[in-house]
């Protein structure tokens, strides 16, 4: 192997010289433990258990531990400890569920000391005490920990974890009597050895089976824990309830973590699977890590420092049949490898700009103007110099850009997600209520956009005039060129004029004046009559036009428009049934546009008074059943593409949900997932939770559907045993009783069903609030202290 790095530490009277090295083994390792003076290392596994003496240059075999003609499943390691107070004691767990004691100091070959066979299942580790130098604690598949005195022949002291399996134990550095144990179903507990009925405390640290946990050598508090959910996590246990303070982020199940001495805060970690690299985390910094050895080719299964007071050598061993010694000095950084630049928009339009140092160097020195918003504010993390392994290429400078306090108010997105209502009404409802909450908002176009949509897309058997005028009457500001009129305020000839005689047309067009005010003045009477203020062009069209542009025909069904109409009896129809005519639309559209009438009977109608109603309800007659109902699709999937363009995707995907199928067509899946994803991603960091799942409910993307049924996955213990339950039903496969009894009054509940997660006793929502007013303690007795939340 290539010569490296050459390191000497001295450690009082020891001094510790080495580079890195390794060498090969007879088959796999589970476990290794290093000895007191970090003169020599023991590998142990299902087919080895061998004491290597760690040299200068070199691992040299010195014991090998399995002997015998037949040897025994004594020998299969899962895990081995070299005790720190008595370099001659080892312990090990063997997966047949003994444990196993071994004296080096004796004579003869066989240095098997003591077995206790009190597990029943496969004993997943083994931990001596760090003073004591006969206690030896164990913990098992089997739900048990149990306590050894080594001058005894049997456990001295059981600790039922009420759990399916106990991965990890591990005696506190600093408190004697504690020790802490990790289980499969995610919790952690801590134990005093004096009282083995009880665990002094419990909660849940992952997601998951937690596989391994340390005490950190110098802060008597903190515990750090990993487990299946690729998470290392440190607790804080000086409060009352544990406080996490650290969490790290990995790419695979943490098997093993060792805290790194002399350095507070770095702390190694190994995988179970997928990984096969050792990596050192700074905890403060737990994106990227400090260091990685990338030497093994298998999965790593057990990790040591070289020595208590010494953070340059780390040993490891693997399961590709190697055992490495790792010199810090020739650790890989993943930092280097790291992008030093980065870019990203805040909430509230604020932009942080972070690059090397010496990119922006020109402008380090530059003091930025604190009234003038477009001078960055500049941060450098300044380099500690007690920590040994921080590298100069890993700083970066970081300068934000900060927007006007008012102009970066994000207030209206809150409230418009709040006060918008995406279903449950017919669709004129929903836009005329979104229309109104965007106008309140101050934001007009907007509201004009669910203005015209309701107009677009909402029939008239749907929506009353009365409505389209209340929205669109003079006060309206959403539609300012769309006003209400009164009959009188305009000619018949408006929609129904092209239909008469062009004679006739043209003779009447001659009666109608309109001045700039917009002020109509009908007949040769002169009479003036209250205006519109609708543009005259706007409201009577191009009168000069194409006859066909007029008449709006279809002129691949000619017949189909006379088909509507039927011919009046008399020229002249009673006075009586004009008054009595209901609908003011169909009387206009029923006289004027008969052949019959005369140019006189129009003036007549024209000038019946009658209620007032929108100029949009007499277009919309006009072109109802002209145009096919997706005419307008393309302006509005336009509209769409424009406002998300603009970052305005909170309307893109409420115009989306409220149309539903009449625009989902328009727009391609992908962009609609894309809309979908920024909008529920900007709601749940604005923390709307109740708004993002109601939007993921509502979509019409079936990428976004199937979010909510996706990782959701309820761990039930039994509140008798304690065990976990199956997902067969509410009795318990162990005890055969039933979990869900109310702890109260011993009922089972068929309701609504409560219960605590430290003790798993509950029960009906409404007596257990009853009690919790008078008693903080469990009803069933057991004494723990539930909160229900």
Same mark, same amino acid.
């Given at each position: 192997?290539?010569?490296?790095?050459?390191?000497?530490?001295?450690?009082?009277?020891?001094?510790?010289?080495?580079?890195?090295? =390794?060498? /090969?083994?007879?088959?796999?390792?589970?476990?290794?433990?290093?000895?007191?003076?970090?003169?020599?290392?023991?590998?142990?596994?299902?087919?080895?258990?061998?004491?290597?003496?760690?040299?200068?240059?070199?691992?040299?075999?010195?014991?090998?531990?399995?002997?015998?003609?037949?040897?025994?499943?004594? =020998?299969?390691?899962?895990?081995?400890?070299?005790?720190?107070?008595?370099?001659?004691?080892?312990?090990?767990?063997?997966?047949?569920?003994?444990?196993?004691?071994?004296?080096?100091?004796?004579?003869?070959?066989?240095?098997?000391?003591?077995?206790?066979?009190?597990?029943?299942?496969?004993?997943?580790?083994?931990? =001596?005490?760090?003073?004591?130098?006969?206690?030896?604690?164990?913990?098992?598949?089997?739900?048990?920990?149990?306590?050894?005195?080594?001058?005894?022949?049997?456990?001295?002291?059981?600790?039922?974890?009420?759990?399916?399996?106990?991965?990890?134990?591990?005696?506190?550095?600093?408190?004697?009597?504690?020790?802490?144990?990790?289980?499969?179903?995610?919790?952690?507990?801590?134990?005093?050895? *004096?009282?083995?009925?009880?665990?002094? *405390?419990?909660?849940?640290?992952?997601?998951?089976?937690?596989?391994?946990?340390?005490?950190?050598?110098?802060?008597?508090?903190?515990? %750090?824990?990993?487990?299946?959910?690729?998470?290392?996590?440190?607790?804080?246990?000086?409060?009352? *309830? %544990?406080?996490?303070?650290?969490?790290?982020?990995?790419?695979?199940?943490?098997?093993?973590?060792?805290?790194?001495?002399?350095?507070?805060?770095?702390?190694?970690?190994?995988?179970?699977?997928?990984?096969?690299?050792?990596?050192?985390?700074?905890?403060?910094?737990?994106?990227?890590?400090?260091?990685?050895?990338?030497?093994?080719?298998?999965?790593?299964?057990?990790?040591?420092?070289?020595?208590?007071?010494?953070?340059?050598?780390?040993?490891?061993?693997?399961?590709?049949?190697?055992?490495?010694? !790792?010199?810090?000095?020739? %650790?890989?950084?993943?930092?280097?490898?790291?992008?030093?630049?980065?870019?990203?928009?805040?909430?509230?339009?604020?932009?942080?700009?972070?690059?090397?140092?010496?990119?922006?160097?020109?402008?380090?020195?530059?003091?930025?103007?604190?009234?003038?918003?477009?001078?960055?504010?500049?941060?450098?993390?300044?380099?500690?110099?007690?920590?040994?392994?921080?590298?100069?290429?890993?700083?970066?400078?970081?300068?934000?850009?900060?927007?006007?306090?008012?102009?970066?108010?994000?207030?209206?997105?809150?409230?418009?997600?709040?006060?918008?209502?995406?279903?449950?009404?017919?669709?004129?409802?929903?836009?005329? /209520?979104?229309?109104?909450?965007?106008?309140?908002?101050?934001?007009?176009?907007?509201?004009?956009?669910?203005?015209?949509?309701?107009?677009?897309?909402?029939?008239?058997?749907?929506?009353?005039?009365?409505?389209?005028?209340?929205?669109?009457?003079?006060?309206?500001?959403?539609?300012?060129?769309?006003?209400?009129?009164?009959?009188?305020?305009?000619?018949?000839?408006?929609?129904?004029?092209?239909?008469?005689?062009?004679?006739?047309?043209?003779?009447?067009?001659?009666?109608?004046?309109?001045?700039?005010?917009?002020?109509?003045?009908?007949?040769?009477?002169?009479?003036?009559?209250?205006?519109?203020?609708?543009?005259?062009?706007?409201?009577?069209?191009?009168?000069?036009?194409?006859?066909?542009?007029?008449?709006?025909?279809?002129?691949?069904?000619?017949?189909?428009?006379?088909?509507?109409?039927?011919?009046?009896?008399?020229?002249?129809?009673?006075?009586?049934?004009?008054?009595?005519?209901?609908?003011?639309?169909? !009387?206009?559209?029923?006289?004027?546009?008969?052949?019959?009438?005369?140019?006189?009977?129009?003036?007549?109608?024209?000038?019946?008074?009658?209620?007032?109603?929108?100029?949009?309800?007499?277009?919309?007659?006009?072109?109802?059943?002209?145009?096919?109902?997706?005419?307008?699709?393309?302006?509005?999937?336009?509209?769409?593409?424009?406002?998300?363009?603009?970052?305005?995707?909170?309307?893109?995907?409420?115009?989306?949900?409220?149309?539903?199928?009449?625009?989902?067509?328009?727009?391609?899946?992908?962009?609609?997932? /894309?809309?979908?994803?920024?909008?529920?991603?900007?709601?749940?960091?604005?923390?709307?939770?109740?708004?993002?799942?109601?939007?993921?409910?509502?979509?019409?993307?079936?990428?976004?559907?199937?979010?909510?049924?996706?990782?959701?996955?309820?761990?039930?213990?039994?509140?008798?045993?304690?065990?976990?339950?199956?997902?067969?039903?509410?009795?318990?496969?162990?005890?055969?009783?039933?979990?869900?009894?109310?702890?109260?009054?011993?009922?089972?509940?068929?309701?609504? =069903?409560?219960?605590?997660?430290?003790?798993?006793?509950?029960?009906?929502?409404?007596?257990?609030?009853?009690?919790?007013?008078?008693?903080?303690?469990?009803?069933?007795?057991?004494?723990?202290?539930?909160?229900?939340?």
């Amino acid at each position: 192997m290539e010569k490296m790095a050459r390191v000497t530490t001295a450690l009082g009277g020891n001094t510790l010289t080495g580079r890195t090295m =390794f060498c /090969h083994l007879d088959a796999p390792a589970n476990a290794i433990s290093v000895c007191r003076d970090a003169a020599q290392v023991v590998v142990a596994g299902r087919n080895i258990f061998k004491i290597y003496s760690i040299e200068e240059d070199q691992f040299v075999e010195k014991l090998n531990l399995r002997v015998g003609r037949k040897p025994s499943l004594n =020998f299969s390691c899962a895990d081995v400890v070299w005790h720190q107070m008595d370099e001659n004691l080892l312990a090990t767990a063997a997966t047949n569920g003994v444990v196993v004691t071994w004296n080096l100091g004796k004579p003869s070959r066989n240095k098997q000391d003591q077995l206790f066979t009190e597990h029943k299942r496969t004993v997943n580790k083994v931990c =001596f005490h760090p003073t004591e130098v006969y206690m030896l604690l164990s913990g098992s598949q089997d739900g048990y920990m149990k306590c050894f005195d080594l001058r005894k022949k049997d456990s001295v002291s059981t600790f039922s974890g009420q759990s399916e399996s106990v991965r990890d134990v591990q005696f506190s550095i600093r408190d004697y009597f504690t020790f802490a144990a990790t289980f499969e179903n995610g919790n952690v507990q801590l134990w005093d050895i *004096r009282r083995p009925d009880r665990y002094e *405390r419990m909660f849940t640290a992952h997601n998951g089976p937690v596989f391994c946990c340390d005490w950190h050598p110098e802060d008597r508090g903190w515990l %750090a824990t990993g487990g299946r959910d690729k998470m290392v996590k440190v607790w804080d246990m000086n409060t009352t *309830r %544990a406080k996490e303070i650290y969490c790290v982020q990995t790419i695979a199940s943490v098997a093993r973590v060792k805290w790194r001495p002399e350095c507070k805060h770095h702390i190694a970690t190994c995988s179970m699977m997928v990984d096969h690299n050792i990596y050192v985390w700074d905890v403060r910094r737990p994106f990227i890590p400090s260091a990685m050895f990338e030497e093994h080719k298998d999965v790593t299964t057990g990790i040591v420092w070289r020595h208590l007071h010494d953070p340059y050598f780390l040993l490891s061993g693997s399961k590709d049949s190697t055992l490495y010694q !790792h010199i810090f000095k020739d %650790a890989s950084q993943p930092i280097d490898r790291a992008n030093p630049e980065g870019l990203c928009y805040s909430l509230y339009g604020d932009l942080a700009f972070a690059a090397k140092e010496s990119l922006i160097s020109s402008d380090s020195n530059r003091k930025p103007y604190i009234g003038d918003r477009r001078h960055p504010i500049f941060f450098k993390r300044k380099l500690d110099p007690t920590e040994q392994f921080e590298y100069i290429s890993s700083s970066s400078a970081l300068s934000v850009f900060e927007t006007d306090v008012e102009s970066g108010s994000m207030d209206w997105f809150v409230h418009t997600a709040k006060q918008y209502a995406l279903a449950g009404r017919p669709l004129a409802e929903l836009c005329d /209520h979104n229309a109104k909450v965007a106008k309140g908002l101050d934001r007009n176009q907007v509201a004009q956009t669910w203005t015209m949509l309701r107009i677009i897309y909402s029939s008239l058997g749907i929506v009353s005039s009365s409505n389209l005028n209340h929205s669109l009457g003079k006060g309206s500001t959403a539609l300012p060129l769309m006003n209400s009129f009164n009959l009188k305020d305009i000619p018949s000839g408006l929609g129904s004029e092209s239909r008469l005689d062009r004679s006739k047309g043209e003779s009447r067009s001659e009666n109608i004046l309109m001045d700039s005010s917009s002020t109509l003045i009908n007949n040769e009477d002169n009479e003036e009559t209250e205006g519109s203020d609708v543009p005259a062009d706007y409201l009577l069209g191009d009168v000069e036009a194409d006859e066909d542009d007029l008449y709006m025909m279809d002129h691949e069904n000619p017949h189909t428009e006379e088909q509507e109409y039927s011919l009046p009896q008399e020229a002249f129809p009673l006075r009586h049934e004009i008054v009595d005519n209901p609908s003011a639309l169909d !009387h206009l559209q029923d006289k004027a546009d008969s052949p019959h009438v005369s140019g006189n009977e129009a003036e007549t109608v024209s000038l019946t008074p009658v209620e007032s109603f929108s100029l949009i309800s007499i277009s919309h007659s006009l072109y109802e059943n002209r145009l096919p109902s997706d005419f307008f699709n393309p302006i509005v999937r336009d509209t769409l593409l424009f406002y998300a363009e603009q970052g305005d995707v909170q309307t893109a995907v409420s115009v989306l949900i409220v149309l539903g199928d009449r625009i989902r067509k328009e727009i391609d899946e992908q962009t609609q997932e /894309h809309w979908y994803t920024s909008y529920i991603d900007l709601l749940q960091r604005f923390q709307l939770w109740n708004i993002s799942n109601e939007v993921i409910k509502l979509s019409t993307c079936r990428a976004i559907n199937c979010l909510n049924q996706a990782s959701t996955t309820l761990h039930v213990n039994c509140s008798n045993c304690k065990r976990p339950m199956s997902n067969r039903g509410w009795i318990c496969d162990r005890c055969r009783q039933c979990a869900s009894m109310c702890a109260v009054c011993h009922h089972v509940v068929k309701g609504l =069903f409560v219960w605590c997660q430290g003790c798993s006793h509950g029960g009906h929502l409404q007596h257990i609030m009853k009690w919790l007013e008078t008693s903080s303690h469990c009803p069933a007795g057991c004494g723990h202290l539930c909160e229900y939340t």
